[in-house]
């Protein structure tokens, strides 16, 4: 009888095994494709996020050679202010959902990070606030941490 | 040689100036990934990300204070 089971059990449990470390672990070659993927992730998103720099700088530029700014000059900086760290937000999400290799994470992706919640990103709502009082533009924007919930907790987490 | 040690450092953000035999590992590694099929650009990018250690870092480091800068300098206008 104990050798019956044995019999049957064998088989059995070579093919749960079997078909669970199939499924669990990676050939050499896949874990090479979904690194390739995870790196490719980072670097689409990082290089989206240039372009949205490169608005956001461009307008703050515009604004500060324009001899009188006005609405519109200051509606470019709001608009692509806010394009700007939603692409940060949209990495930290990445971040935060393992969609990124690990190397850009630690040396690129973080460390941008934990600038914007220490410099820009304050700075930017203090600063947009004070151009609004100053010059009458209407302005209502407030930096409330809930709004970037994700940059800060793929810092906490990470850095 | 020098024009092109600045081009690399500036365009992928590199924290040194790199050396001649860097250049020429990146210039082979980018032709052989361009002769794989890799377009030039992301080959150039692949190639820089394995031959030097601070790949990226200078660029990205100065986005928060480029901007710090320049919301300064508007929040004087």
Do not use: C
């Not at chain 1, 669990?24 to 993927?37: C, G, I, L």
């Not at chain 1, 519109?72 to 692409?87: E, K, M, P, Q, S």
């Not at chain 1, 040396?107 to 820009?120: F, G, H, R, W």
Request: proline share 3%; net charge negative.
């Amino acid at each position: 009888m104990d050798v019956n089971w044995f019999n049957v059990a064998v088989p059995i449990a070579t093919f749960v095994l079997g078909f669970f470390t199939s499924r669990f672990t990676m050939s050499k070659a896949e874990r090479k494709n979904y690194e390739q993927t995870l790196y490719q992730n980072a670097n689409e998103l990082i290089e989206k996020q240039r372009t949205a720099y490169d608005d956001f700088t461009q307008a703050l530029a515009r604004y500060v050679q324009e001899n009188d700014p006005n609405m519109d000059n200051f509606v470019d900086i709001a608009t692509t202010g806010d394009r700007y760290f939603l692409h940060l937000k949209m990495i930290a999400e990445a971040t935060l959902a393992n969609r990124v290799d690990s190397i850009v994470r630690d040396q690129t992706i973080i460390p941008t990070l934990k600038d914007a919640i220490e410099k820009s990103l304050p700075k930017y709502y203090e600063t947009l606030q004070e151009i609004s009082r100053k010059k009458g533009f209407k302005y209502d924007g407030v930096l409330e941490r809930n709004n970037y919930e994700s940059i800060y907790s793929a810092v906490e987490k990470y850095a | 040689m020098a024009d092109v040690k600045d081009k690399l450092r500036l365009k992928y953000g590199l924290g040194h100036e790199p050396s001649d035999s860097e250049v020429r590992e990146w210039s082979a590694k980018a032709d052989s990934l361009i002769r794989e099929g890799v377009s030039p650009e992301e080959a150039g990018r692949r190639a820089a990300r394995s031959v030097f250690p601070d790949y990226d870092r200078i660029s990205l480091k100065a986005e928060a204070d480029t901007i710090e800068a320049l919301l300064d300098a508007a929040r004087k206008i």
